[in-house]
DNA sequence: ATAAACCTTAGAGTTAACACCAAGGTCAAG
DNA sequence: CTTGACCTTGGTGTTAACTCTAAGGTTTAT
C-alpha cells in the first residue's frame, strides 16, 4: 500500500506519516522501484498502536519507548510498562491540578463581574489584577 | 530603576523584561544617558498586572489585550473585559477535560497491568494498545 | 499524449514564552 | 586604574508535533 492510502485508510495526513518515520515510529516495509513507500498490514497495525497510544495521552516520545517494548516483548517486563503508564499519570494529573487553579481563580473573576455595557472604570476584573489586596484566587 | 533592579525586585529575569517590552506589554519610562532603560514605579505596578494575569491562567495576548482595556478603562466596558475572562475559562475547562479522559484511560491501564517482573508477553497495556478491542477507555 | 493525481527530498514555518550567547559599552569600589 | 557587576543589541536555541513549500519525478485515466 502507498503511503497516501495508508493515510486516508488511517485518517492522518501523509506528512504525519513521513514524520513519523522520520522520528523512528513507523518505517515502511519498503520502496517501489520509483521510490514510493511501502505499507503492509503489519506497519498499518502499528500505527493503529501509535493512534491508540496517542489517544490515551501517551507523547510520541512515550510511544518510542512503548513500541521498542512491544517490538521485544520478552526482553521486557510489565514493570516498564506500567512505569511509563503511571509517569504520563503523574504528569497528567499535575496538569490538572494547574489548570484547575486556574479555573478556579478565572470563575471567581468572572462571577463577581457584572460584565453590563458600562465603562470599566470600575470593572472588579482589573482592580483586582492591579490591586495587591485583589483577591484573584 | 534599572532593568536589573527592577527584574530582581519582581523575581523575573531581565530577559523576561526585555522579551515583554519587544512584545508590547511593558514599555520602560526611557532610557539613561548611556542607553540603560529606566522604569517607575508605574512601570512596576503594570508588571505587577502582568505577573497576576499570568498566574490566574491568562496568555501574554490575552494579557495585551486587558492591558489595552486598562490604560484606556473609559473607553471600554465590562463586558469586554468579562468576554475575554470567559473564554479563557472555557478553554481551560476544554483542557481539563481533554486531559480528564486522559487521566481516566491512563489509570485503567495502570491498574489492570500487574507491573510485576514478568515478561510483556501478555501485559494487559500493550495488548489494550494492540486489539481493535483494547480498553483503552 | 496529456492532465490529474500521486509521489519524492530538503528545508522552512508554526506556537509560546522565554533562555542563552557573543561582543562590546558603562559604572562603582577599592 | 582596574576589576567586576551591570547594561546594550542582535541573534540563535528550546519543545512538540506537525504543516507547508518548492521543484521535480511517476502513474493512471481518458
Known amino acids: 500500500m502507498k ?13 504525519t506519516l ?28 502499528q ?12 507523547s510520541l516520545k512515550d510511544i518510542q519507548e512503548l513500541l521498542q517494548i512491544q517490538i521485544e516483548k520478552h526482553q521486557h517486563s510489565c514493570e516498564e510498562v506500567k512505569e511509563i503508564t503511571l509517569q504520563k499519570l503523574h504528569l497528567v494529573r499535575a496538569r490538572i491540578e494547574e489548570l484547575q487553579r486556574f479555573e478556579q481563580s478565572l470563575s471567581k473573576l468572572a462571577q463577581r463581574c457584572c460584565g453590563g455595557p458600562e465603562s470599566a472604570d470600575f470593572c472588579s476584573i482589573l482592580t483586582a489584577l492591579e490591586d495587591v489586596d485583589g483577591t484573584c484566587n
Chains 1, 2 share one sequence.
Open 47 to 58: 500505527m493503529q498502536f501509535i493512534l491508540r497510544a496517542k489517544a490515551v495521552g501517551f
Open 18 to 45: 513521513r514524520y513519523y518515520e522520520q522520528h523512528k515510529l513507523l518505517t515502511p516495509s519498503g520502496r517501489s522501484e520509483a521510490g514510493y513507500r511501502m505499507y503492509t498490514q503489519q506497519q498499518r497495525r
Open 3 to 15: 503511503i497516501g492510502e495508508l493515510a486516508k485508510s488511517l485518517g492522518v495526513s501523509t506528512d
